[in-house]
């Protein structure tokens, strides 16, 4: 069966502290996409990050970075420096093999970053 | 220009009542989706329709239809209303059924509250 655990309920930084999010899939499949998401305060769902099962490049986009490890069956996430901004809730999913539409969400973390 | 747009953003009503809520995307995508986050953020997947065709339906009840006159509207129907579905309900759209670039965009979120 598919799962994604995201053991982080909340969490609290003071801005410019680097922090990571974790994220565990379990899946019995070779083949499948991890994605991270972000809601902010608004509201609305904003995609992050797409990996797929065979790229376990790390990949870096500003301040954000994904370390992707299949040998633990992790995908977290890691925000240098953080800011305000950055609160949200953060959702990892992961969809596949025999129905790539069906994503399974975790349950979130939410990230408070305070001035 | 909005990618995924849903209305009405509220919609507070009475239980027993029916309701619609509607979903449009520009994107050109040819699969969309409701999902249903509940009051702890848990994001679960209702329904899922590509080209007009449903391909994802999840353990609901029946008391909600959706309908999807072309690709590029999702409408949901919500007979009868209960306490219980008070809830945010996204609309979601991805491209292609087949794994490749299958990160799905959400609209804006209806927040429903059922009085």
């Known amino acids: 069966a598919q799962k994604v655990t995201q053991a982080q309920t909340e969490i609290s930084v003071v801005e410019k502290e680097d922090v990571t999010l974790d994220c565990v899939y379990e899946?019995?499949?070779?083949?499948?996409?991890l994605f991270w998401y972000k809601q902010p305060p608004s509201g609305e769902l904003v995609f992050l990050i797409r990996?797929?099962?065979?790229?376990?490049q790390n990949e870096i986009s500003g301040r954000y970075s994904w370390n992707f490890q299949k040998s633990t069956s992790s995908f977290n996430f890691t925000i240098t420096a953080s800011q305000v901004v950055d609160s949200a809730v953060y959702f990892c999913?992961?969809?596949?093999?025999?129905?790539?539409?069906?994503?399974?969400f975790g349950s979130g973390t939410k990230l408070n970053v305070k001035p | 220009d909005t990618a995924v747009s849903q209305t009405p953003k509220y919609l507070v009503t009475q239980m027993g009542n029916d309701k619609s809520i509607k979903c449009e995307q520009n994107?050109?995508?040819?699969?969309m989706y409701w999902y249903k986050q509940d009051s702890k953020k848990f994001l679960k997947i209702m329904f899922s329709?590509?080209?007009?065709?449903?391909?994802i339906n999840e353990t609901v009840p029946n008391r909600f239809s959706p309908k999807s006159p072309d690709k590029a509207h999702l409408n949901l129907h919500i007979n009868s209303l209960e306490l219980g579905d008070s809830a945010v309900y996204f609309c979601?759209?991805?491209?292609?059924?087949?794994?490749?670039?299958?990160?799905?965009?959400f609209g804006p979120g209806t927040r429903l509250t059922v009085l």
């Open positions: 899946t019995r499949d070779t083949t499948y996409y």
């Open positions: 994107l050109g995508h040819d699969t």
């Open positions: 979601a759209s991805s491209n292609g059924i087949s794994g490749s670039y299958n990160e799905q965009f």
């Open positions: 329709y590509n080209n007009k065709e449903l391909i």
């Open positions: 990996r797929n099962s065979f790229d376990e």
């Open positions: 999913a992961l969809s596949g093999p025999y129905n790539f539409n069906k994503f399974y």
